[in-house]
């Protein structure tokens, strides 16, 4: 089995920065590309970003674009996500996920494995 396990959560002020990282550890596979989603609480789980590992492509949504950057090392099916300029409506679990096969990665449904998720508090 694989599983995702990320890291790097936790509490930090508006206008801060915070850096996730997210390995998939267990078997040996390949994965498509690499993302993260997050869900605050009372809301639906949404899309932040994604990287393909072809070329290395990355991918966003626009309530993040600018704030936050996506690496990784698709040697290790690592991913890290660098969030500056923290704002509230940033505090959700960050959930990473991986691709196993060609698919459209801002949509839940192109992931195969799914980690636990990580807290990220932004406070004023």
């Known amino acids: 089995q694989v599983q995702p396990v990320e890291s790097g959560g936790g509490l930090v002020q508006a206008g801060g920065s915070l850096r996730l990282s997210c390995a998939a550890s267990g078997r040996t596979f390949s994965s498509y590309g690499m993302g993260w989603f997050r869900q605050a609480p009372g809301r639906k789980r949404e899309f932040v970003g994604a990287?393909?590992?072809?070329?290395?492509?990355?991918y966003y949504a626009d309530s993040v674009k600018g704030r936050f950057t996506i690496s990784g090392d698709n040697a290790k099916n690592t991913v890290y996500l660098q969030m500056n300029s923290l704002k509230l409506e940033d505090t959700a679990v960050y959930y990473c996920?991986?691709?196993?096969?060609?698919?459209?990665?801002?949509?839940?449904?192109?992931?195969?494995?799914w980690g636990q998720g990580t807290q990220v508090t932004v406070s004023s």
């Open positions: 996920a991986a691709a196993t096969r060609p698919s459209i990665l801002e949509l839940e449904g192109g992931y195969t494995y």
């Open positions: 990287i393909k590992w072809s070329r290395f492509t990355t």
